[in-house]
C-alpha cells in the first residue's frame, strides 16, 4: 500500500484523464497537452511511462506530484534520435557505441549533462548527470516526433505500486491525476530499461533491466555493479546528491547574520519557494533557488529555508532538503 496516494495535497485535475489512441491526430492533441506543461502517459517498450516537458520545472514537479513520490529521484529523459540526445550530454566513445548497438531499446544511459542543456534541474535531481534513453516503441517515438523535445518519463505508476503495462493498469492508479493516456496496447517487454552510468571512467551497471548485463560486457568490459559508496547502486538510492556549498538552516523563520534567507508561503525572505505556499511551485523552483542562494551566500555563509509542511510534494522537498542540510565528508 503506498501512503501517498491519499494525500489531499496531490494534484487533482478539474477534468478526468482522457484516453487518447495512438492515431496521429491524437498524437497531435497529446503533444499539445504536453507543451501546455500538461502530463500524458503513453506506452513504452518496457512499462507505461508518465511523460512531461523535461525543460519545464513546473511539468516535471506535476509528476512528482501526480505519483506521490516522496523522493526527488532523478527521471529518465526519453528521447526521439541520437540528435536530441546530445544536445543534452555529452556523449564518448564508449556511448556512441552503446546507442548505436541498443538505440532504439531499453537502455538508459546516465551521461555528462551539457552545458546549458536547458533540462529542468528536478529531472536530473540537481545531479550534473542525465539519464537518456531512446524507446523503440512505435507509439512512444511518433509522440517523441510530434512533441519534437525529450520527455521526462518515470513509470505511469503511483509511487510504491507495480509498473503498468497496460493503458488501464496507468487509469486505475493515475486517473484523475494526470492530463491523459495514449492507449498503444500491452507493452511487450514488462521489464524496465537497465541503467548503465558512464558518466566516469569505469562503466557502472545501476540497474539490471530489458537488456542483459552480459550484452554489455560484451561491449563494455567487465562491469561495475556500483558497489562504490559515490555511486547510486538502485533506483532511488543516490548516495551523491546535489548539495549547496553554503552550509543549510532548516526550518528557519527568519534570517540571522550571514544567512541568505529562502521563503515558502507567509514566512518571507530574499527569496521564496513560493509566496503562495504552492507545494508544486515550490518543488519547481527548489533547485533553481538553491543554487541561487548558494551564489549570493558566497564563502562561509549560510543558507536558511522556511519550514515546508510534511505532506504530499512537501514530503519530497524536505527529503531534499534534510540531506543537502547533512553534514558532508
Ligand atoms: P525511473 O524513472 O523511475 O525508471 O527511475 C530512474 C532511475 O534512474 C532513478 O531512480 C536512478 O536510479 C536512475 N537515474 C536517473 N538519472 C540518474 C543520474 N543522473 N545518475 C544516476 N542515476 C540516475
Ligand atoms: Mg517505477
Not at 493503458?167 to 493516456?181: F, N, P, T, W, Y
Not at 551497471?205 to 537488456?211: A, D, E, S, V
Request: hydrophobic share 45%; proline share 8%; charged share 20%.
Amino acid at each position: 500500500m503506498d501512503p501517498d496516494s491519499s494525500t489531499p495535497t496531490l494534484r487533482q485535475k478539474p477534468d478526468m484523464t482522457q484516453t487518447l489512441s495512438a492515431e496521429p491526430k491524437d498524437l497531435i492533441a497529446a503533444a499539445a497537452l504536453l507543451r501546455a506543461g500538461g502530463l500524458v502517459a503513453f506506452p513504452t517498450e518496457t512499462v507505461y511511462g508518465l511523460g512531461a516537458d523535461a525543460t519545464q520545472d513546473r511539468a516535471v514537479a506535476g509528476i512528482f506530484a501526480a505519483k506521490g513520490r516522496p523522493h526527488f529521484n532523478p527521471l529518465i529523459v526519453h528521447v526521439a534520435d541520437l540528435e536530441m540526445a546530445e544536445r543534452f550530454a555529452v556523449f564518448d566513445a564508449r556511448a556512441r557505441d552503446l546507442a548505436a548497438r541498443f538505440w532504439p531499446g531499453p537502455l538508459t544511459l546516465v551521461l555528462p549533462m551539457r552545458a546549458g542543456s536547458g533540462l529542468a534541474p528536478l529531472v536530473t535531481a540537481g545531479l550534473g548527470s542525465v539519464a537518456l534513453r531512446l524507446p523503440s516503441h512505435r507509439v512512444a517515438l511518433a509522440l517523441l516526433h510530434a512533441f519534437g523535445g525529450a520527455l521526462a518519463a518515470p513509470s505511469a505508476n503511483p509511487s510504491g505500486r507495480i509498473s503498468p503495462t497496460r493503458a488501464a493498469h496507468v487509469l486505475q492508479g493515475l486517473s484523475g491525476r494526470i492530463d491523459a493516456v495514449v492507449d498503444g496496447g500491452a507493452c511487450a517487454v514488462g521489464l524496465e530499461s537497465t541503467i548503465i552510468g558512464l558518466d566516469g571512467p569505469v562503466p557502472h551497471l545501476l540497474r539490471p533491466g530489458g537488456i542483459a548485463a552480459e550484452e554489455l560486457e560484451a561491449v563494455l568490459g567487465p562491469l561495475s555493479l556500483g558497489g562504490d559508496e559515490t555511486r547510486p547502486n538502485a533506483p532511488g538510492q543516490l548516495a551523491s546528491h546535489y548539495a549547496p556549498a553554503a552550509g543549510l538552516r532548516l526550518n528557519a523563520f527568519e534570517a540571522q547574520h550571514g544567512e541568505v534567507m529562502i521563503g515558502f508561503g507567509a514566512v518571507g525572505g530574499p527569496l521564496t519557494l513560493s509566496a503562495s505556499g504552492d507545494l508544486i511551485e515550490a518543488a519547481a523552483q527548489m533547485f533553481h533557488l538553491l543554487r541561487h542562494a548558494d551564489d549570493l551566500a558566497g564563502p562561509g555563509r549560510r543558507i536558511a529555508i522556511a519550514p515546508i509542511p510534511e505532506v504530499g510534494l512537501g514530503r519530497a522537498i524536505n527529503d531534499r532538503l534534510r540531506r543537502a542540510a547533512a553534514p558532508r565528508a
